[in-house]
């Protein structure tokens, strides 16, 4: 058995990345701390920290920091179904992980009466549409937003509907860079918008339309939603964006749809574990109806 202080020690030391912060945080001494882990390490006979500034998981720490985390959950989970709270407080904390174009657009919306009505504190962690399921596996949130179909092991999924995305920019835009057309040379040159280095989608786009690889364009990563969209309205690049941020920008003539060809929707799914509290019963019932009103139909 797990001696349940030393984990907690290596725990503490492992999400702050600091034997002080450690300390300050379990109320003990940093030598104390050490003491706990350095025990924990030759009980496993494995190194589970790699001392620095941070303090860093060895592959053998990473997988037991996934364990304990998964475990403080799980017993989180099992405190909330059976009180219905925590700490003495009328709110009940929610974790779920969501992609960057969900969070700026419907989520809250659709999300909002049922965390107002049942007292819940929402904790929302960021990561792109194909990764967030990760954080559901590493027992790291509740519920999660995925473009994966399939759930996993003790978890459901259900279809929320299509996001829907467009190749646009501004007139001037394309009278700078695309006055003769969309060809594969004008989008060598021309600058794109992208979220990040883990958004694929327009480097997809671009290599089964036009064989172009990402090193073969010029590029701005812009790593949030509504200044990605700020970005492209502001004529830095082109670039994909949802519908729902689009609204009512290509009737006012204020962008154009440069490519449709190019329009991708993307299928959202709701995963979440199948035993939760009677709060997330109802986040999750909320949130598979209201979706319909922001999402194309599955």
Same mark, same amino acid.
């Given at each position: ?93 929610? &974790? ?17 009466? &049922? ?54 920019? &501004? ?128």
């Amino acid at each position: 058995m797990l001696d349940s202080k030393q984990c907690q020690a290596f725990l503490a030391v492992a999400e702050t990345g600091s034997f002080e912060y450690a300390s300050l945080q379990l109320h003990l001494t940093a030598s104390a701390v050490s003491l706990r882990v350095q025990a924990l390490e030759r009980q496993l006979g494995q190194m589970l920290l790699i001392r620095g500034r941070p303090c860093q998981t060895t592959p053998a720490g990473e997988q037991l920091l996934q364990h304990l985390q998964r475990q403080r959950f799980t017993e989180q989970n099992f405190l909330q179904n059976l009180q219905g709270k925590q700490d003495n407080s009328e709110f009940i904390k929610v &974790t779920i992980a969501s992609n960057a174009d969900s969070l700026a657009t419907w989520l809250l919306p659709a999300l909002q009466q &049922t965390v107002i009505q049942q007292k819940i504190a929402l904790e929302i962690r960021l990561d792109d549409q194909s990764l967030t399921h990760t954080l559901l596996e590493a027992g790291q949130v509740h519920a999660c937003i995925s473009v994966e179909a399939h759930p996993l092991r003790g978890c459901l999924a259900k279809p929320l509907g299509y996001m829907r995305y467009k190749m646009v920019a &501004t007139p001037a835009f394309v009278g700078n860079w695309f006055k003769n057309g969309i060809s594969r040379q004008s989008l060598m040159q021309a600058p794109a918008v992208i979220f990040n280095q883990k958004d694929h989608m327009h480097h997809n786009i671009l290599l089964k339309l036009h064989g172009l690889t990402s090193n073969c364009y010029p590029h701005h990563f812009i790593p949030s939603s509504e200044t990605f969209v700020h970005a492209i309205h502001r004529g830095l690049g082109y670039g994909l964006v949802p519908d729902l941020q689009i609204g009512s920008a290509l009737e006012l003539g204020e962008l154009i749809e440069i490519m449709p060809e190019a329009q991708t929707d993307i299928l959202l799914y709701w995963h979440h574990w199948q035993q939760q509290s009677t709060q997330l019963q109802q986040l999750t019932k909320q949130i598979c109806q209201n979706s319909q009103r922001f999402l194309y139909p599955a």
